[in-house]
């Protein structure tokens, strides 16, 4: 894990944590491959949340993290209740860190990941696994130094080509691209994996993995709803129908609990069970959540 670790009086000297976040971290493209981490006391978080009151909103769009002592319970108790992740840092060698301060040089942030990576050891290639947001493993490929800082930049997967012996960027030419969301290195430092938002299909065959085809679940469900409400009309698709309708998607969602609740038989509660499902899902991905969030919730609660 490469952690960029911030003090709270360097924060506040760059104008606060959201700022700080809106107008460095992203604007970097520094979540792609970067933790970021923010040792707090009760007095701290208090004073960020007074300060920074959209904190958790602009937090979902990044790994963000509050550092803690060991035996600070009360304090983990507080930030698990508000929905934010801790580390406690008590071994060092498991991760990177950078110690950021107000006057650092960003452009040494920006080449850090580039620097830590052992490039060498596979003659300037580095072996990445692609995967999918669902974790399904999509294919295999190879980044370049060249490649990665563009992967970066960009947000776009860009790999090296050792057959055309070059870059090639992901669906450039067939549309299938990746937007990566996430970078992970790992111990040797020597591979890395990609975390992707795969459109379309990732092999050339046609498939949507190079190892297999997708499997259908509720992840598959919700891909497909999604893309039907950012790519259909209204008139081509009852899910955009419902997204652009939040009145008529609640009322089927009544509809559906009451016929959940009033089933007649098991065969029946099943395919009541599935139209809820449906609805919900739709009622979901019109609020950016996804059943991964929904899963991380879950596990909190059974801590």
Same mark, same amino acid.
């Given at each position: 894990m490469l952690i960029l670790k911030?003090?709270?009086k360097d924060i506040e000297l760059l104008g606060g944590i959201t700022q700080f976040i809106k107008e460095?971290?992203?604007?970097?493209?520094?979540?792609?491959?970067?933790?970021?981490?923010?040792?707090v006391n009760k007095q701290d978080f208090d004073r960020l949340n007074m300060n920074d009151n959209n904190l958790k909103e602009i937090s979902q769009?990044?790994?963000?993290?509050?550092?803690?002592?060991?035996?600070?319970?009360?304090?983990?108790?507080?930030?698990?209740? =508000?929905? @934010?992740?801790?580390?406690?840092?008590?071994?060092?060698?498991? @991760?990177?860190?950078? @110690?950021?301060?107000?006057?650092?040089? @960003?452009?040494?942030?920006?080449?850090?990941?580039?620097?830590?990576?052992?490039f060498d050891k596979g003659n300037g290639l580095i072996?990445?696994?692609?995967?999918?947001?669902?974790?399904t493993v999509l294919m295999l490929a190879y980044s370049s130094k060249e490649s990665l800082?563009?992967?970066i930049n960009t947000r776009k997967a860009t790999y090296f080509s050792r057959s055309r012996n070059k870059l090639w960027i992901k669906g450039e030419e067939s549309g299938n691209c990746q937007e990566v969301k996430n970078i992970l290195f790992d111990c040797d430092k020597d591979s890395l994996v990609f975390k992707v938002e795969q459109t379309g299909y990732a092999c050339h065959t046609g498939s949507y993995s190079c190892f297999s085809d997708r499997e259908f679940s509720l992840n598959v469900l919700y891909d497909i709803i999604n893309?039907?409400?950012?790519?259909?009309?209204?008139?081509?698709?009852?899910?955009?129908?419902?997204?652009?309708?939040n009145i008529l998607l609640i009322s089927k969602i009544k509809e559906e609990s009451l016929e959940v609740i009033n089933f007649t038989d098991r065969d029946n509660l099943v395919w009541e069970i599935a139209d809820l499902t449906y609805f919900i899902l739709v009622l979901m991905a019109t609020?950016?959540?996804?059943?991964?969030?929904?899963?991380?919730?879950?596990? =909190?609660?059974?801590?």
């Open positions: 911030v003090e709270i460095v971290f992203l604007k970097r493209n520094w979540d792609v491959f970067l933790t970021l981490v923010l040792k769009n990044l790994d963000l993290r509050f550092e803690i002592d060991d035996g600070q319970n009360e304090m983990k108790k507080l930030l698990y209740k =508000r929905g @934010y992740k801790t580390i406690i840092l008590l071994s060092p060698n498991r @991760y990177e860190i950078i @110690y950021f301060n107000s006057k650092m040089n @960003y452009s040494l942030i920006d080449d850090s990941l580039l620097n830590i990576l052992d072996p990445t696994i692609v995967q999918d947001q669902n974790n800082k563009q992967t893309n039907r409400i950012e790519n259909s009309k209204v008139s081509e698709s009852y899910t955009k129908t419902l997204a652009e309708n609020k950016k959540i996804t059943p991964q969030n929904i899963i991380n919730e879950l596990r =909190r609660r059974n801590k």
